[in-house]
């Protein structure tokens, strides 16, 4: 039977009913009423209602961005919502008459790409969803790794710079300060701040106004042939190798499946950081290499994979 | 029944009788024939033969420093050994005539403080041999976790500084050039060759040579009051704890644990640890904190985690 | 008989009858006319004038943000007022017809705590003002330091990091742009404008905007319990703590005293102040170790201090 | 009358008879016996002894590398020699039945030069003795710092690069790591090890073994015109002078004496020195600068300084 996926959002609420082949047959979307609880729970109740006048399902699973308690029930911090320690499953479950899983959305994403993405054919998977920040989700032996308290994959938290930059965690040199959309802008704006003639091109996208350059003008006029951009995507691509080498160190995956906004630069990102993995893996020349790859279901990944996670409750 | 554990060090080679409970019921040694394979397959024949004189056995377990594959069959490189993909099990239980399972030496620690020692409480533990060098070990969700291809663990060689000290590795910076014995030494005897005030305790263990400086000097004159040899535990504590934040920034344990022969500098050395932990660990304050815990089992660990990987081969 | 001390601030001008015990008999204030000079004296002019009219007093001390000749005469510069080679005391004396005494408000500050403070019983002391910026003030077997030119105890600009945050004094790296109230409120809006669970308590005391963080808040987070503010309050107190070591290196007094607006943190500050010195200190261990306390005469330490000097002078 | 200066140094005891002006009428010198501390003193005994058969003196002044207590009398810890707590006042003063003053060789090398060598006409100066380390010494206001416990003008342990170098002292990135003869030594080295076109002259003086490499062939490649060398001593004088602007925000001395084997190298080293200082001084434009001069009385300063001290004791 077909179960729901609800993705929530700091702006948008989508969800929809996914098959078990992980295709989504039908999908809405809400306004995300970030700072009212009860409000967020009406407008999931709500989509989950719509949804179901059509199609029969067996469970539903929430993805939302946020610390989500070990049992899969709790918010128990969510950094754009409101929620502090909310019993988002117990809740829903209440008002829908339907067993509820509540996931991270990083994990879920994570998930999906495994059981229906680009991790398909491996049974070991670390997914870096590179947007603003840098997510990550870990699958190890067919199982989601959620940790002793929830806390596992926290990845944009391991220290690449003792003293490096202020990251809102608390600590400095997190790996998120350099791989992820905000650093590219950072730097970006640096370069265009200076005013040389290699940031022509990312000056004149941002109308004159350094201030003004994001993420997505960096990656068009790299795919243009623009060398400041290039070299700013190469950067963070090394980043991302980098860092990715130390993951492995722990874990060992088959794959490393990078996604999220950012993904979007495509070979421009991932060759860099193909190459910086190589030189950075422990043991490299006597192991089989884990692959670096692009994710392949796009904003979907967390809607599929938390509908796939509410399957196998 | 019982199985037996064989711990394959560089010098000695160690095997016991391991009763389910975790006991040693007797033990045997031979020298490492370190450079001949031969030699070294019939010195562990040897040893598991006079023990099975005594004590019937099911299944022998076999723990070397090296990289093992994933079936737990072959030493693909170790190296202070001779052995270049060397199919251990195989040869061993053609000549033995009993299951073998092989296993990497750390992994078989960590199994062994799990299954009896300091981690028997939890279902998710990390160790840290903190020896001459940094090996791990880790567990979760009551397995032990190889990766893809065997390769998991390796935590010495996450990495803590970009472009600080070289690895033996071929990187830069590895957590193991911070925090292990080698780095220890490395520190205590630059403070030894300044021949300043603080040096004096140091000097004197060391017979007056900075080069002649041993870490068990350095714990022992800790021990004893000695500010410097405090000051260089507190300095390798500090590192313990930071790089086991970005370990437990992946993972999320419900605990680590730390043995190896520098752990005998115990709370001169945990403390510190603690406290750099709980300053760098992500999203504290908002979930329960990892333990940081002395391992028990000594020397023995690695025998006893084998034989017990034996058991559940 | 008593003397009169006037503080001279960017905002108001506080004078006061001070007792030969130090202390205040009598005060009175005046808003600062900033940017008139003419103006700024005839303030102290009518604030003495009023004082004396209940208490005769035998001389008059006057201290102020800025530059002060080695003869204790002449303002040479003083950032926030007019003043620029301004002859304050051949100005007041003529027009009050009493000895007059200028001094470098760090300075004051610093004799009014060795004199009737938390520096009464040593010889030797330093004070640190931690406001807004770090100032200093140093006494020497019971004698003012102002060194050959007036300009000894410039403490914030001791370079603690090469190629550090720009200072407004033209260098980088000076000590005041780690360890003040414009350090701390720098760090507290890097953790506040990432959003994480960390900065949660901060963003709330400041309305939701990271740009309206103040010290205060930080401090009185920290008093709470909040642990992002702790923890901005430690950081902020192992540079106080390591710069004084650096100080003590050059004059190794007995006693260091940590006053200013940023002090009001109390122990959240000087345990980790404390905590930095000493494993920072040279010869710590063949040495007695210079305490570090706090201030004991808040705002009115430079008016006593002041007075103090003009009945010394 | 006349005293007589003893400078003990690690290889050879020097003492004279001096002049209340300042001159060395007689010398003589013995081996150190260093790790014996009863012949230490024998040796200095009989040093005196033959210089008193000639000279009528009234006192005797003891400079010795070392911790020496706030009362002169004891040396509490000689890195070089075997003393701890020795109470060398009291010994020599009973052998002697003379008056004895004790005082640490830095200190009294800057009291020489500050009576009778570079710094006669003013009333502040500090001396930076750049031998193999950096030792100082600080005249304030005509008289001698010693600090609370006789721990002043420890200038060398000034940090200036946190997590710089280790020093002997236990701590990191001490100002002697980067402005001493020891530190011109390991950058020289660094260059020979290299073989560039560079290092051509510094290895050919060096009989090809980078290892060979010592200071004086250094300062004498630079006066012949090597530019490696020139510039190894232009990297040294601008810590010099770097530093030397970071002592000067707490002293503001009217000038800075630099002494010791390394300031052999004259302007080669003074000038670069004087050019980073001048860049580095808090309030420059704004203040009479401190100048930095040579020092002028070479190996004899702390004999006569201590001399000096033992007539004004």
Same mark, same amino acid.
């Given at each position: ?20 082949? &992980? ?13 009212? =609880? ?5 407008? =999931?109740?709500?989509?989950? $209602? ?23 029930? +709790? ?30 959305? @990083? ?14 054919? =491996? ?8 947007? $603003? ?5 870990? +699958? ?25 930059? !202020? ?9 998120? %300060? ?6 590219? +802008? ?5 370069? @265009? ?14 109308? &004159?106004?350094?201030?003004? /350059?994001?993420?997505?003008?960096? $990656?068009?006029?790299? !795919? ?5 951009? !290039? ?11 980098? &860092? ?5 160190? +722990? ?17 421009? /990102? ?9 030189? %950075? ?33």
């Amino acid at each position: 039977m077909h179960t729901i996926g609800v993705d929530i959002g700091g702006t948008k609420i989508a969800a929809g009913v996914v098959s078990d082949a &992980g295709e989504v047959l039908l999908e809405t979307r809400r306004d995300t009423p970030a700072t009212d =609880v009860e409000a967020i729970e009406s407008a =999931v109740v709500d989509a989950v $209602t719509e949804l179901r006048a059509t199609h029969e399902v067996e469970a539903v699973g929430v993805g939302a961005a946020g610390f989500v308690d070990a049992s899969r029930s +709790v918010v128990t911090f969510a950094p754009n919502l409101a929620w502090r320690d909310e019993p988002l499953r117990a809740d829903l479950e209440a008002r829908l008459g339907l067993p509820v899983v509540v996931e991270n959305d @990083a994990n879920a994403a994570a998930w999906g790409e495994f059981a229906h993405g680009a991790g398909r054919e =491996v049974r070991d998977m670390v997914l870096l969803t590179i947007g $603003t920040g840098l997510g990550g989700g870990i +699958v190890l032996d067919d199982r989601l790794l959620r940790g002793a308290a929830g806390f596992a994959g926290e990845l944009g938290h391991l220290r690449v710079v003792p003293d490096g930059y !202020q990251c809102g965690c608390g600590n400095r040199g997190c790996w998120e %300060q350099y791989a992820s959309g905000r650093a590219l +802008v950072r730097e970006a704006r640096e370069v @265009a701040r200076s005013g040389g003639p290699m940031a022509a091109r990312l000056l004149e996208l941002a109308g &004159g106004d350094p201030e003004a /350059l994001e993420g997505p003008m960096v $990656t068009r006029a790299a !795919q243009e042939g623009d060398l400041a951009s !290039q070299e700013l995507l190469a950067d963070l691509g090394r980043w991302i190798g980098e &860092g990715a080498a130390s993951v492995m160190a +722990v874990l060992d995956s088959a794959m490393i499946v990078v996604g999220g906004g950012v993904s979007a630069a495509g070979d421009l /990102l991932l060759e860099p950081a193909r190459a910086a993995f190589r030189r %950075q893996l422990t043991a490299r020349g006597h192991r089989p290499e884990p692959r670096i790859e692009l994710a392949r279901l796009g904003n979907d990944a967390g809607m599929i994979g938390v509908a796939d996670l509410a399957r196998r409750r």
